[in-house]
């Protein structure tokens, strides 16, 4: 139980594109879940806390505007890349608070902005 | 939150025990130790979970001293499919205000 689904496993997007990363909880409920990113050769990065209904909370640094985060369900929370450039090629790592289980992550989208 | 320290890498061969230590000083009553592992281009599986004493699973021990301030994860008889990042983190896993920070992990290589 307590499995996560993270969609694409991986993308290719122009500059200045928008790309839009999904992560599910597909048997449980969660009221929160965390995004993160991780660059080759790193451990991951906290960018943000995603609350069902209400507005994400953001890490220092990771910039709110660009990086859009929307959880309007108990099942679903998006991150969206707004007007990507080279730089924001990574690793993309959603994970959830189960409850039961404890955190519980996505397996990962690979982003490449060419 | 507590910071944890790692071995940035560790080597072994198949069939060996690995113990990894991890250092978390800072640690809190209601804190709580967990380790992931990640492959590459996947994200950290749970693997063992403790708060004090010791802790198995089918995969692995976790070791705590009584002052709880390190914690060793012990892998036996390693085969080359354990060669993954091994991540300690510390705190109120079961709180949803609390955030999974993690640090550096540590790099283990499995050998023939």
């Known amino acids: 139980g307590a499995v996560v689904s993270q969609h694409p496993s991986w993308v290719i997007c122009k500059s200045g594109t928008s790309v839009k990363i999904e992560c599910r909880s597909l048997d449980f409920q969660a009221t929160t879940m965390f995004w993160y990113r991780q660059f080759p050769k790193q451990s991951l990065m906290l960018m943000a806390t995603s609350n069902e209904g209400s507005k994400a909370t953001y890490e220092q640094g990771v910039e709110k505007d660009k990086f859009l985060i929307n959880h309007a369900s108990l099942t679903l929370s998006t991150l969206t890349v707004t007007s990507a450039h080279p730089e924001d090629s990574s690793f993309y790592i959603c994970s959830a608070l189960t409850g039961t289980y404890g955190y519980t992550f996505g397996s990962g989208t690979r982003l490449t902005v060419v | ?112």
């Open chain 2, 1 to 112: 939150l507590a910071k944890t320290t790692q071995p940035i890498s560790m080597d072994s061969y198949e069939g060996q025990e690995v113990n990894i230590t991890c250092s978390h000083n800072n640690i809190a009553t209601n804190d709580y130790i967990t380790w992931y592992q990640q492959f590459p281009s996947q994200g950290p599986r749970f693997i063992i979970q403790g708060y004090k004493t010791k802790v198995t699973n089918e995969v692995a021990s976790l070791f705590i001293p009584a002052d709880r301030k390190s914690s060793t994860l012990s892998l036996p008889r390693v085969s080359l499919s354990d060669t993954a990042v091994y991540y300690c983190l510390v705190g109120a896993s079961k709180d949803s205000s609390y955030k999974l920070i993690f640090g550096s992990g540590t790099r283990l290589l499995v050998r023939p």
